[in-house]
């Protein structure tokens, strides 16, 4: 027990202190993302693979904490995946290259022996699809930051009830080391996880659940496993069905994802994490206590409805296609209007308001009359711009 805090704290300050220092340099390298009109350097990912790998891999070596069989071998192929994010982080990977190569990882981590050879392959696809589901939820500011270090908790403490060691020490550096990186995440974020720490931490997170629930049966560990990761699932099977009901490919990027669909509901940045984190730690505490035995499976069920009907319900969110009125240019935080009889533009500040009442945008005013002036020539005279011109006498 002891071990295993000093290297969660261990693991923590190393993350935060390698995400600040690789800042300069993924800037420099061009290793970043854009969001919201910011750029974030996409370091993040990087310090947490290597906080994770460097605590446990001396923790391992000094003895003062034998992991184990098979945890090597998680590290490694884990560790496989993150440098096949690094290279989508660095130039653009068709998304069949990041299945296929962690299809590939999570083949070399599944104990065939207890699932058998189907029950492998559904191992190998649940995995891969977490850890794409991980990556797709880094869209958003310590969003994949929030959901992994509640789902590795969870993880960890199932692991822990079923005496493997080696697996929860691992989760607890991981959790600490995405809380260590969550320091310079948090909206505005100063970096991103990028797909090298999202896919890895999806890859390890899914990879463990499956160790810890081998020997049970295949629907209850169904489950269960969905319980631990229903966040990442929602928001998959959000996107391909937007997707799909919009006729848009399904690899295609978009403003679909839940931390999007909630911002349009009028949620913050810092709000829309702590809703999903905390969606993330109810569904993972349902599993956690089906699993030790103090919840039954109609608690897994209610987890599976309540995220169908979520993703039903943000299915209704316009996200595709959607423009401003004609005749409004933004600029900045001001609203220019622009009419059509050729009277100019207006700016304003209080929002996209009528010139007057009843009027819309971009409608032309009628020209303006001014009050009868007298001329020099005791002749009275209107100007259709409202200035007075003086009387010619004989017109």
């Known amino acids: 027990m002891l071990y295993g805090i000093l290297a969660a704290i261990a693991a923590l300050l190393l993350a935060a202190a390698l995400a600040a220092l690789l800042r300069v340099p993924a800037r420099r390298l061009g290793v970043v993302d854009r969001r ?29 904490a034998p992991l184990g069989d098979g945890i090597r071998e998680l590290l ?24 296929c190569g962690t299809a590939v990882a999570a ?6 022996g207890e699932l058998g050879l189907g ?29 992994g270090v509640v789902t590795a908790f969870g993880v960890g403490v199932v692991a822990a009830a079923e005496v493997m060691d080696g697996p929860a020490v691992l989760l607890s550096v991981l959790a600490a080391a995405l809380t260590g990186f969550l320091m310079h995440n948090w909206p505005p974020a100063r970096v991103g996880l990028g797909s090298c ?28 496993l969905f319980a631990l990761t229903a966040v990442a699932a929602a928001d ?35 709000g829309v994490t702590v809703v999903i984190g905390a969606a993330a730690f109810s569904a993972v505490a349902v ?27 943000l299915l209704r969110v316009p996200v595709y296609g959607l423009r401003r009125p004609t005749g409004v240019h933004v600029v900045g935080r001001q609203a220019v209007v622009r009419g059509t009889g050729g009277h100019g533009t207006r700016r304003t500040n209080a929002g996209l308001t009528p010139r007057r009442p009843g009027e819309s945008y971009g409608a032309a005013r009628p020209p303006r009359q001014s009050a009868p002036v007298w001329s020099p020539g005791g002749t009275v005279t209107r100007s259709s711009a409202g200035s007075a011109r003086p009387g010619g006498g004989g017109r």
């Open 36 to 64: 919201r009109q910011r750029v974030v350097p996409l370091c993040g990912g990087v310090a947490v693979v290597l906080t994770t790998c460097l605590v446990v891999a001396a923790w391992e070596w000094t003895g003062a």
């Open 76 to 99: 490694v192929a884990g560790a496989a995946v993150a440098a096949l994010g690094l290279v989508a982080d660095v130039r653009r990977v068709k998304a069949r290259f990041l299945v």
């Open 107 to 112: 083949a070399c981590v599944v104990p065939y």
């Open 119 to 147: 029950g492998g392959a559904l191992a190998v696809g649940w995995i891969v699809f977490v850890a794409l589901g991980f990556r797709a939820l880094d869209h958003a500011d310590a969003l994949a930051g929030t959901v």
């Open 197 to 224: 720490g999202s896919l890895f931490t999806g890859f390890l997170l899914a990879a463990v659940a499956i160790l810890a629930r081998t020997g049970y049966g295949l629907v209850a560990s169904a489950e269960v």
């Open 236 to 270: 998959v099977l959000l996107v391909l069905l937007s997707r799909r009901l919009a006729g848009r490919p399904l690899l295609r990027g978009g403003p679909d994802h839940l931390a999007h669909r909630l911002r349009r509901l009028g949620l913050t940045p810092p």
């Open 287 to 313: 599993g956690v206590l089906v699993h030790v035995g103090w919840g039954t499976r109609a608690g897994t069920l209610w987890v599976a409805g309540v995220t169908l009907a979520v993703v039903l319900g």
